[in-house]
């Protein structure tokens, strides 16, 4: 096998080795094993992100033919600069979770499911990249579902830890099912309408035909399935349980990319499929998404203040966060597209950083409640000071990545004329200060708890879940000072997009 | 009256589908909910499957097929074959040429998403009623409002 | 009806299927008793496969008849089995906001119908555009009969991919949610049994699954009928090219007669014939076998899933081969999880039964 037939087929192999690697991690007996090849398949899969990467920002987009049958007979996979960040992403954080989740896998689960835990959490990571990677409307679909499935079991396996794993998983079935099936209806209407379900040719023959009442609702059934598994304001029930009694390596990795990418397909369709600018959709934009939005921003961020179990606290501040993204998508504009675009990759850092941090406290320490990170700035200094950057970083401040979205969020908002949403960014940011801030005080101004021979000591953490935080807590704070790889990719995405470039 | 048999199907369809999703969102039970999810999956099934009928047609099983080794392709390779569907499909309907010989078929391609579909919808019901057994384990019951009752008597007494 | 509509005997038909699908429908909303919900999910699911087959769709319907019918209503009873059999009745407050949700969502549909093209219409966008492209290129690209089958392991071969993936997912989903080998899932946690014992107390208890084994006219009936319905598996196999069929139908079929053999012979001799560890592998080398093919495919100068690459001087034969290579993926995949599903299911019940009835 040359070389060179790799690279050209590295398109398609970024999905296929981590599901064949799946499949052949759940059959290796020993745990060791069964994780060293789940990381090589995963390392394997970003270098070849890394590939469609490369190409990318070289200028030209990727496409590739699926059992080389042209479309719209076949199933096309396309790269442009809208996905290829995420796919990257998620190969990426596929390969931190693995690094990181190790340790905390020995204890959150039996030894003898390791092998077919690691291969459900391959698989995942192929879902998810297979969903970003698709030109192909219903191959969403079927990606979608291998990565929900996969997510359902994986969450399902915190119930050793503690059995609300168990509802929160079924909780996230049966509207991850509603979703799916909502979006299927969408689908299938789509069809209706234009007879193909290659995504570039749907947009082409709507742009031919424009749209009917077949097409609005296939658009409103599109946005309440993703809006499902985006977990959009009103429909966000499922997130703070299924991430807080996940395995902490599956809540890293969920809260950094799941609902990233369902909110990509979101973006895709809103913008590629159906073109921007028809006056149904600028309405829903300003009369629903953007509301519905700023709801999230502010309702989420005071729930988040009210929990006392951390990770509900970093997932209810998620479902804040998501809503940032669809405010700055809603604009409808070339700025708060790629202000929604960039503040996705950064989010992605700073949760994963979060939830990595949580998680390492809890091996060390047993945390599940914010009372119980008392003194954790004495007891696991390198953990604390991590947890208390990527902190920062989700409430904005300057030096870290969140400063750089949250900037161009209120600029794409202040173009837009909409001063309500500086408040609403304001007022949710004070409330992510308030949140943070109380982590960050029960840390380092209380004291650890007394233990049996009356000293505080430091607790050793093990170092592969500390390099992976730190991978991300860097990454948070190089993403400030050049912010050039997400913002150049969200500009051209953007553009192409809103600039006459989608249809 | 045209229009209402040409749409009834769609009616009594959409109708089905509302029954199942009024069972999933209504009910407490768990193995009743999955139930719906059933029903409500079926029923969008039925829509595609309504939407690929063609009047008079027959199934997609070719009939008349040129035996194998002797058919006169029209493309031996993926590149000829896009420069042929187009002219034989899209652009003259009533092509010169007609690969089907005059008889008409119904619409396969919907039969292919929702072969798939039908897949999907069986694994999640296997992975969700194997989770409706572990709560049942768990809790002693497969009552949503029963095992948030205990969970916050647990929530409760923790703090 | 107006006289300008043809009332033929399948309009009559579709009509009567419709009307049963609404009042099964509606039977299921009204009642509480799980059994009875679960056998009438059984009749839908058949009803709705007839209604495929009136519908033209036959492979649809021989696997809706095969799975909605089949293999989910036998899930859904051992599920009920080791839960409950009754379902509480519903709230008004929730009653009242589900049917308002479900208003709304009906009444977009509905909306959207007015400009649906009118049932069975050859030149709604659907169905003249590439649904037509397909049946005509078939013919020269690939020249077997079922179109449908060409779609599903060609065209949109890697949708099919997925969906083998999906039934992997599924298979250790339930192998990692309920074990798979009984014996380690015994010593698993239970973890509230007094709760059990207490309800299992309360309610009719389930009969126990014994092996059948003191049947001897069963046995024999079985011993018989096993290899045919094997045989028969084979041929859904292999005649999937012709007609309805395929891998995922002879999957299905396959894993029946095994459950069958271990309904006669019991659990114990099941797992000696086709241990755990074997079903385990053979769902992963499904998926194996599919991906290969298309690895094989790349390594031979080609795309992913590109069968002309099999054999370049005589694509259709290249075709026929790669369709082949992965329906076999597609049937080993699917018959070990529906079994590993079966096994994990069957292995709790006993598990409960030891311990708490």
């Not at chain 1, 809260?255 to 909110?263: G, H, N």
């Not at chain 1, 990770?311 to 966060?321: F, G, I, N, T």
């Not at chain 1, 309500?420 to 650890?448: C, D, K, N, T």
Request: aromatic share 10%; proline share 3%; with cysteine.
């Amino acid at each position: 096998m040359s070389f060179e037939m790799l690279l050209s087929n590295a398109a398609a192999l970024v999905v296929v080795v981590p599901l064949l690697g799946g499949a052949i991690a759940m059959l290796l007996g020993s745990s060791r094993l069964a994780w060293s090849w789940s990381l090589i398949c995963a390392l394997v899969t970003f270098s070849l992100a890394l590939v469609l990467l490369a190409g990318v920002l070289g200028g030209q987009n990727i496409s590739y033919e699926m059992g080389a049958w042209v479309s719209p007979l076949g199933i096309l996979f396309e790269i442009d600069a809208l996905n290829v960040l995420l796919i990257t992403l998620v190969s990426a954080m596929g390969l931190l979770a693995l690094l990181y989740g190790l340790p905390t896998i020995d204890q959150e689960v039996d030894r003898h499911q390791h092998a077919m835990f690691f291969g459900t959490f391959l698989i995942c990571v192929a879902g998810l990249i297979g969903v970003s990677i698709t030109g192909d409307a219903f191959n969403v679909f079927v990606f979608l579902e291998v990565s929900s499935i996969s997510t359902y079991v994986l969450v399902a396996m915190g119930s050793k830890q503690n059995r609300q794993a168990l509802t929160a998983s079924f909780n996230y079935l049966i509207l991850g099912t509603i979703g799916a099936t909502f979006f299927v209806i969408g689908v299938g209407l789509l069809y209706m309408a234009t007879g193909t379900l290659n995504m570039a040719d749907i947009s082409r023959v709507l742009a031919e035909t424009g749209s009917d009442r077949v097409v609005r609702a296939a658009f409103a059934f599109i946005v309440i399935g993703l809006g499902l598994k985006t977990a959009m304001f009103p429909l966000h029930t499922w997130l703070p349980n299924a991430y807080a009694f996940s395995p902490s390596m599956i809540g890293v990795f969920l809260a950094s990319t799941a609902t990233k990418v369902a909110l990509y397909m979101l973006i895709r369709f809103l913008y590629s499929v159906f073109s921007a600018g028809q006056s149904f959709e600028t309405a829903m934009f300003d009369y629903v998404l953007a509301p519905m939005a700023v709801t999230a921003m502010i309702v989420c961020s005071v729930q988040a203040s009210f929990q006392s179990d951390v990770r509900r606290l970093l997932a209810y501040s998620s479902v804040a966060q998501i809503g940032y993204m669809l405010l700055g998508l809603s604009m409808g504009t070339v700025a708060g597209l790629a202000a929604a675009l960039i503040h996705l990759f950064n989010h992605a850092l700073m949760k994963g950083a979060l939830f990595m941090a949580v998680g390492i406290a809890g091996l060390g320490l047993g945390v599940v409640r914010i009372s119980e990170m008392r003194g954790l700035g004495k007891t696991m200094p390198l953990t604390a000071a991590g947890l208390s950057i990527a902190g920062l970083s989700l409430m904005g401040v300057p030096l870290t990545a969140g400063f750089i979205s949250k900037y161009y969020l209120v600029i794409a908002a202040l173009e837009r004329g909409w001063w309500w949403a500086v408040v609403a960014i304001v007022v949710s940011s004070v409330l992510a200060i308030f949140y943070v801030g109380r982590m960050i005080e029960v840390m380092y101004l209380q004291e650890p708890p007394k233990t049996t021979d009356d000293a505080a000591v430091t607790v050793r953490s093990p170092i592969l879940p500390l390099i992976a935080l730190y991978v991300l807590v860097i990454a948070n704070v190089w993403f400030f000072f050049d912010p050039s790889l997400p913002m150049g990719l969200a500009n051209t995405a953007a553009n192409e997009l809103i600039g006459g470039g989608g249809s | 009256m045209d229009f209402f048999v040409g749409h009834f199907n769609y009616w009594v369809i959409i109708t089905l589908m509302m029954t199942g999703l009024y069972v999933v969102i209504s009910t407490g039970n768990l193995v009743k909910k999955l139930v719906g999810i059933g029903l409500f999956q079926t029923s969008v099934f039925q829509l595609y499957i309504s939407l690929s009928k063609v009047r008079g047609a027959q199934p997609p099983i070719l009939e008349k097929l040129p035996k194998y080794g002797s058919a006169e392709k029209t493309s031996q390779t993926v590149t000829e074959l896009t420069a042929t569907i187009p002219q034989v499909t899209a652009l003259d309907p009533a092509s010169v040429y007609d690969p089907l010989m005059g008889v008409v078929y119904s619409n396969p391609l919907p039969h292919v998403l929702i072969l798939t579909a039908i897949v999907v919808g069986v694994a999640t019901l296997a992975v969700g009623l194997a989770l409706v057994v572990r709560i049942r384990e768990a809790y002693g019951t497969i009552e949503e409002d029963a095992i948030d009752e205990a969970e916050y008597k647990i929530e409760v007494n923790a703090s | 009806m107006e006289m300008s509509f043809p009332i033929d005997i399948f309009v009559i038909i579709d009509l009567i299927l419709i009307s049963m699908l609404l009042v099964v429908g509606i039977a299921i909303v009204r009642l509480n008793n799980l059994f009875v919900i679960v056998m009438l999910y059984g009749v839908y699911s058949l009803l709705a496969a007839t209604w495929f087959v009136s519908l033209d769709a036959v492979d649809v319907a021989f696997t809706e008849a095969a799975v909605g019918a089949g293999i989910s209503t036998v899930l859904m009873l051992g599920a009920m089995l080791l839960t409950s059999r009754e379902s509480k009745p519903t709230t008004p407050i929730r009653r009242w906001t589900s049917l308002l949700i479900v208003l709304v969502t009906g009444i977009a549909l509905i909306y959207a119908t007015f400009d649906m093209p009118a049932f069975g219409d050859p030149n709604s966008p659907a169905n003249s555009y590439v649904g037509l492209m397909y049946l005509k290129a078939t013919i020269t690209d690939i020249s077997v009969p079922n179109v449908v089958t060409a779609i599903l392991a060609s065209y949109r071969g890697f949708d099919t991919f997925g969906e083998v993936v999906v039934v992997l997912t599924a298979g250790l989903g339930v192998m990692l949610i309920l074990g798979i080998d009984s014996r380690r899932s015994r010593s698993g946690e239970v973890e509230n049994k007094d709760a059990i014992a207490k309800e299992a107390n309360t309610k009719n208890k389930p009969e126990k699954i014994n092996a059948l084994n003191h049947h001897i006219v069963l046995q024999v009936v079985a011993k018989m009928l096993i290899p045919i319905i094997i045989l028969y598996a084979l041929y859904v196999h292999f005649h999937g090219d012709y007609g309805p069929g395929g891998g995922f139908q002879a999957g299905v079929i396959f894993a029946s007669a095994i459950i069958l053999y271990s309904l006669i012979f019991g659990m114990d001799q099941t797992r000696r014939a086709i241990p755990p560890k074997l079903v385990q592998f053979g769902s992963a080398l499904g998926v194996l076998i599919y991906g290969g093919t298309g690895i094989i495919t790349i390594l031979m100068g080609g795309k992913f899933l590109d069968y002309n690459m099999l054999d370049q001087n005589d694509t259709i034969h290249a075709q026929h081969m790669g369709i082949l290579m992965i329906e076999v993926g597609v049937l080993v995949t699917v018959a070990s999880v529906m079994l590993s599903i079966y096994y994990g299911f069957a292995g709790r019940y006993r598990q409960l039964k030891d311990q708490n009835w």
